[in-house]
Every structure is written in C-alpha cells, then in structure tokens.
C-alpha cells in the first residue's frame, strides 16, 4: 500500500489499538484494497471518511454476573460494539467463546460494516459477545448467564437502534433466554433480535440461511467460472450452524462433502457427510463431532484440527473460527488441487494463506460476502417483524438466493471495474464501502 492517506489512517488504526491483532488485519486488507478508490475519489479523502470509519461509533464493555449451579456468582465480561449506523440500525451477532475480547468483536463489527452493506438491505454494523463459554454449561446457567447479558445490553439496543443476532456460542437457545429477558424488563413485545424461534416471530430459512448463502455466492462464483458443485469434493471445517447447513446444501447441489470438525479434531467420511447424523449429534444431542464415527462404517475420526486441510479436496469451505487457514494449510491444499476457497467463517484465512490462493489462482469467495446470507436472512425477518408477518420458507429461501446472486455480481463488477477482474475479496471490499462511505459523506461530519 503506497497511498498516504491509507498510510497514515493504518498507523492511527494501530497506534489506538496497540493489542488487537486480528482487528489491525482486517482493517488492512480493506485499506489496501480501497487503494485504487481513494486515487480517484478525493471528495472522500476531503471528507476524512476512511479514518471516521475505523473507528467505532461506541464500544460497550459490561459486567456480566451469573449463579451457577453451585450457587456460586461468577463473572464474564460482555461486549457491544456499535460500529456504524450510516446505512440502518446496528445489526450484528453475539459471540460467547472463551477467546471473545475487545480485539475479536471490534474486528467483527468492522466487517459487518461492508457485509451488511453489501446485502442491499439498510443495516449498520455491530458485534457484541462475552468470554462466556457455554460449552459444559447447563441449560440453567446459560440461561441465567444470558438474562445477566440482557440486563445490561437492553438498555443499548432497540428495534431501530441495534438488533443483535447469533454467532459462535449464541443459537436458538440463547436467542430464547434473550428475548424473554428483554421482554420482561421492557414489558415490549419487538423485534429486537433475529434468529429467533418460530413461534415467537423468528423467519423461516434463518437458521439454514448462512450456509445456504455460502453455497448460493460460490455457485454464482464457479457458474461464472465455467464450473459448478457437481461432482465436487468438498471440506467444511465446524460442525456448528454455519458447517451443518453448507453440508446440506453443498450436498443438494451435487457435491461429496469429506470431511468436518470441531475445535478438537476432524471426520472424514469417504462416503459423504450424513447431515441427519450431523444435525442430530450437533443441534440436538451437543456432542463433539468424533461420535460420528460409531454409526458411520468407513469413517475416521482424526485428533487437531489443522489436519483437515490435508484432505484432498476441490473445494474448501471454512466454516468454523478466524486465522484457521494459515500459509501451510493454503500451501497444502493447493498442492492437493484445491481450486476454490469460500468462506463461511468470518476472517478465516490469514493474509499469507490469501496470497497463496492467488498465487496459486484459486477461486476465493472472501467471508464479508460469502457468509452475508445470515444476517441478509436477519434483515428479512426484521421486515417481516415490522410487517407483522411471515414469510413462507421458500419465498425466504428465494430472497437469500437472490440476494447472493447480486452481492457476487456486485464483488465482480466492482472488482472489474477497479482494474482486478476475479478479485472477488477487492470487489467485496470496495463495494461495501462505496454505499457507505457516499451514505457518511451525505450525513456530514457525525
Ligand atoms: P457455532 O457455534 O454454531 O459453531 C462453531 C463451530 O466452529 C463449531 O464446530 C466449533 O467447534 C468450531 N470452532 C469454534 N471456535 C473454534 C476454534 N477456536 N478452533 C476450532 N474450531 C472452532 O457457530 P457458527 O456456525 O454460527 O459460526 C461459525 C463461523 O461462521 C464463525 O466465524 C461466525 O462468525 C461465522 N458466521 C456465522 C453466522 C451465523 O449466522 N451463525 C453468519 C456469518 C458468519 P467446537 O464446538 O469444538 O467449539
Ligand atoms: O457474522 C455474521 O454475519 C453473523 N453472525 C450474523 C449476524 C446477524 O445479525 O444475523
């Protein structure tokens, strides 16, 4: 990156945010590929919207009390940050893993900033979450964690102010806790978060949204290579919600899914994934993915989870956690003749592993577009909440497709237009931003 305005914005960037790493990558890979923008947008420049857009509206950090079994008071620490309104309400999921800290949710707002951007729907960006750990944790004290988490945030977010959503650690379950939480503090029946149940105002086709949309952008993404899922042997790191529902659809679109994990190790099934056996160990029963191989004959169960980058295969989706992919893991998967990388996950490949696929040129569908099915899906049920009304599975299911098909035309369009056709991560980048920065520009200095 030459430019200096970039320049001097990515010094600020790290000088305020000295121990954040995964933040600092993923403010730079979007500097650097606004590089081409900024050259011929100096009204932008004028308007100093790249370092106004760095930094977040607010940053909430909370204490987050809970009884536990024992009837001991523990202590977690809870997050929101509210990275930008210029588009729509702050609208972005809830992460509770042990790794959560300040550095993991400010990067994840920030992307959300230009995935929810690029979904054509008006929402902002934000991210929240807790270092909680639901894992071993009883239906009980996740409950009582979440209501002590509502206890604090209701009072930041609002229909019309922030809608939080799921993530890593936060389903159905912890959505329910949630809701009620916030129901019974406000005495207010509103929408004021997405992935909710069915029968209390939850969308249809949210909970498969994510995945479906990852396979619907990368199959706009090989159709528009002369290839298709056909045929194809497929890896999707994860077995939570974003891996479960890519299995199913990678699988309807004619592809051998191999392989899966989970933060302990990895399965593979030369017969293909079986998503019933999947979805029941993981959605319904919470157990680690290496029961698979009792009922499965044929499959094997491999302790790390690095190692199923190793498996051959001609299409890799990520689906689990940040960085997941490094330099060696990209390096082995193109030697195995991996072609595409798509990424369900937020951030997970580190930069080297992107420039090995580049050097290696692979197809590669980058998170912020690639996995915007979810919270597009989030943006229609909000619709239907406002509405009062409730969408069939497949006239939600027909939107996501759509809107996939038009966040990759507009990542490739953008990308040709800036001088780097098939540069769908540059594409992404730029598109997201033009729409807010122009949105930034308009509403004066805020
Ligand atoms: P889940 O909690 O349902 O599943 C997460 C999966 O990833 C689990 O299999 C988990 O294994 C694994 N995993 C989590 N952390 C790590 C880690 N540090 N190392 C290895 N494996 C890990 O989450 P989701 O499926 O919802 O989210 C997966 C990814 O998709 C995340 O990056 C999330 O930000 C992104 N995403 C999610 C969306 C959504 O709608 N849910 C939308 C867009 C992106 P284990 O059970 O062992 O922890
Ligand atoms: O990373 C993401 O886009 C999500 N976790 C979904 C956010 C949402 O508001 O549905």
Redesign the pocket.
Same mark, same amino acid.
């Given at each position: 990156m030459k430019n200096a305005y970039l320049l001097s914005v990515l010094e600020t960037v790290k000088k305020r945010n000295p121990a954040e790493p995964e933040f600092i990558q993923a403010v730079t890979e979007v500097l650097e590929s606004l590089e081409p923008v900024i050259e011929k947008r100096p009204d932008l420049v004028e308007a100093n919207v790249v370092e106004r857009i760095v930094e977040p509206d607010r940053q909430i950090i909370f204490r987050v009390p809970w009884v536990d079994d024992q009837g001991k008071i523990q202590v977690n620490r809870g997050y929101r940050i509210q990275f930008n309104d210029a588009i729509g309400p702050y609208k972005g999921?809830i992460?509770?893993?042990p790794?959560v800290y300040v550095g993991i949710i400010k990067f994840?707002g920030f992307e959300q900033i230009f995935?929810n951007s690029l979904t054509t729907l008006p929402m902002g960006g934000a991210k929240g979450g807790s270092d909680f750990d639901p894992?071993g944790k009883s239906d009980n004290e996740v409950m009582r964690f979440c209501q002590s988490f509502i206890n604090e945030l209701y009072r930041h977010i609002g229909k019309d102010i922030d809608v939080p959503?799921?993530?890593? *650690?936060?389903?159905a379950r912890e959505i329910g806790y949630m809701f009620g939480q916030y129901k019974k503090l406000t005495g207010e029946w509103s929408g004021i978060l997405t992935?909710k149940g069915i029968p209390y105002g939850g969308s249809l086709a949210?909970t498969e949204?994510?995945?479906y949309?990852?396979c619907y952008f990368t199959d706009e993404m090989l159709h528009a290579n002369g290839k298709s899922f056909e045929g194809q042997t497929v890896v999707i790191?994860?077995? *939570?919600?974003?891996?479960?529902y890519a299995l199913q659809k990678a699988t309807q679109l004619g592809a051998k899914v191999v392989a899966?994990?989970?933060?302990?190790g990895y399965v593979v099934d030369p017969n293909g994934m079986d998503f019933a056996a999947v979805r029941e160990l993981?959605e319904v029963e919470r157990k680690?993915?290496k029961e698979y191989v009792a009922t499965h004959p044929g499959s094997e169960y491999h302790e790390g989870?690095s190692g199923i980058w190793t498996i051959p295969c001609d299409i890799a989706l990520p689906?689990?956690?940040?960085n997941?992919i490094d330099k060696a893991s990209a390096e082995i998967l193109a030697k195995n003749g991996c072609y595409c990388v798509s990424e369900?996950?937020?951030?997970?490949s580190t930069p080297e592993a992107i420039e090995v696929y580049f050097a290696n040129k692979m197809l590669y569908g980058p998170?912020k577009a690639a996995?915007?099915?979810?919270?597009a899906?989030?943006g229609l049920e909000m619709c239907q909440n406002s509405a009062r009304l409730s969408w069939t599975f497949e006239e939600v299911d027909s939107k996501l497709h759509g809107i996939m098909k038009n966040i990759f035309a507009a990542c490739d369009s953008a990308a040709k237009e800036y001088g780097m056709p098939g540069n769908y991560m540059a594409g992404a980048n730029i598109a997201g931003f033009l729409k807010v920065a122009e949105a930034m520009k308009a509403q004066g200095c805020v």
């Open positions: 999921g992460r509770l893993h790794s994840l995935k894992k959503a799921g993530d890593i *650690g936060t389903g992935g949210r949204a994510t995945g949309g990852l790191s994860g077995s *939570g919600n974003v891996a479960l899966m994990s989970d933060s302990n993981k680690r993915i989870c689906c689990a956690t940040q997941e369900g996950a937020n951030m997970p998170a996995n915007a099915g979810g919270v899906t989030s």
